[in-house]
């Protein structure tokens, strides 16, 4: 069963960058599809982006991030990347890595079997 950590969170002015970091661990990453999901206060979780691989065919990003979040996975550290470009306030949320074994690209926060803890993101000046 994967272990996920995630980190990179923290506070950050609008227009500007974050990278958030998911390092797994027990199994490697590429057998899964990677989701970064976040729940902002007093809202339920919402899907962000997901990867089965560096293929366009085999990722999605919400329509509220696309063209200023990327995500990537390093299959050497085993490790996945959200990119986090020309932030806004409305980004303010934490951030959690998922991974499950099949790719949907309107997969449900709830299809995704294995979590992380979460990381903390504020946009704010």
């Known amino acids: 069963q994967p272990r996920l950590v995630e980190s990179g969170g923290g506070l950050v002015q609008p227009g500007g960058f974050l990278r958030l970091s998911c390092a797994a661990s027990g199994v490697p990453l590429y057998h899964y599809t990677i989701g970064w999901v976040r729940q902002a206060p007093g809202k339920e979780r919402e899907g962000v982006s997901c990867s089965l691989s560096s293929s366009e065919a085999r990722t999605s990003y919400a329509d509220a991030v696309k063209g200023r979040f990327t995500i990537s996975r390093d299959t050497a550290k085993n490790t996945a990347y959200l990119k986090m470009n020309s932030m806004t306030p409305e980004a303010t949320a934490v951030y959690y890595c998922?991974?499950?074994?099949?790719?949907?690209?309107?997969?449900?926060?709830?299809?995704?079997?294995?979590w992380g803890q979460g990381t903390p993101v504020t946009v704010s000046s």
């Open positions: 998922a991974v499950v074994g099949y790719f949907d690209p309107y997969l449900h926060p709830a299809g995704y079997d294995d």
